[in-house]
């Protein structure tokens, strides 16, 4: 089994665990101040593992589906411990998607926040960085445009909209994951960025 499978298998077991538990979601959900409160500090990590319903565990799983493997297999080749590596870039993602959502909402009490996202958002990114010819686009929109035009426009896009905010997306954890994402690997495998720019 890969490993990305593995964390898919445990991320749908965790966040279908926790729709029937609503106690389960709210210990494991982020929560900026009841992490300075309490110190529960794993709450960076766990919040990864739920998500708010069906469709954003499917949406999320679909995208870790298609980008996971191609990654994890690039990083299993390319790199001295390369499946200790994507298992660390993938949690630690997680949890520094998260840092800077903590420092902005750590003072507000209706904050919560749950989902893959951040993760996955650095996978997606590492692809990009690994592929950056590859043809990407959205689902139900009909063209495609290549990973390096697509990623800082995503990155645009996700700063404007944690600026604007309002919509009930953590668009904060998506950007800095995608940043953690790139950067990780990148210190992983440095010769990735000469070819990016070749």
């Known amino acids: ?16 665990w926790s729709f029937q538990n609503p106690d389960i979601k709210y210990k494991l959900i982020f929560s900026p101040t009841i992490i300075e409160e309490r110190k529960e500090w ?16 499917l949406v999320n799983m679909y995208v870790f589906y298609m980008f996971g493997d191609y990654v994890e297999k690039y ?11 994507y298992i660390t870039m993938y949690l630690l993602t997680i949890v520094l998607a998260n840092v800077r959502t903590f420092f902005k909402e750590r003072h ?32 139900f ?13 995503y990155l ?16 904060d954890a998506h950007l800095w994951g995608a940043v953690v994402g790139i950067l990780f690997t990148a210190i992983s495998s440095p010769d990735l960025v000469m070819r990016y720019f070749n």
Request: hydrophobic share 45%; net charge positive.
């Open 75 to 85: 990083y299993a080749y390319a790199m001295p411990l390369g499946e200790i590596k």
């Open 42 to 57: 794993y709450r960076f990590l766990t919040c990864g593992f739920i998500h708010a319903d069906y469709m954003h565990l």
């Open 141 to 153: 929109i009909p063209f495609y445009i290549p990973a390096y035009v697509f990623g800082p426009l």
């Open 108 to 139: 507000n009490h209706a904050y919560f926040s749950l989902g893959a996202s951040g993760g996955i958002s650095g996978i997606v990114f590492s692809y990009m960085l690994i592929n950056p010819t590859a043809k990407l686009g959205l689902l």
């Open 1 to 16: 089994m890969s490993i990305s499978l593995f964390f898919i298998l445990v991320t749908i077991g965790i966040s279908i």
């Open 156 to 171: 645009l896009y996700s700063h404007y909209m944690s600026k604007r905010s309002g919509d009930n997306i953590n668009h």
